[in-house]
């Protein structure tokens, strides 16, 4: 997959009190990370229908359920 927003986030620049790799890592559900990534996969060629798309795709499909200041932080530090 070759997205170009996902590279550009940046862990530090969207949260502040990050977490080391190690306990990130161990809160990660294996299960859930794959099926997430299939569907990524899967529905990859929305991604890339106008420069928007991308953004629009995750924010709609990804985290439609996260507050409205967690949205425009998320797009605040592309």
């Given at each position: 997959m070759k997205t170009k927003l996902i590279s550009r986030l940046g862990y530090k620049e969207f949260y502040k009190n990050s977490e080391s790799m190690d306990v990130l890592v161990k809160q990660i559900h294996l299960e859930n990370a794959i099926e997430?990534?299939?569907l990524i996969?899967?529905?990859e060629q929305l991604l890339y229908q106008n420069?928007?798309?991308e953004i629009s795709f995750i924010?709609?499909?990804?985290?439609p359920d996260t507050?409205?200041?967690f949205k425009t932080n998320f797009i605040r530090v592309l």
């Amino acid at each position: 997959m070759k997205t170009k927003l996902i590279s550009r986030l940046g862990y530090k620049e969207f949260y502040k009190n990050s977490e080391s790799m190690d306990v990130l890592v161990k809160q990660i559900h294996l299960e859930n990370a794959i099926e997430f990534l299939v569907l990524i996969n899967k529905n990859e060629q929305l991604l890339y229908q106008n420069e928007h798309s991308e953004i629009s795709f995750i924010l709609r499909e990804w985290i439609p359920d996260t507050s409205e200041d967690f949205k425009t932080n998320f797009i605040r530090v592309l």
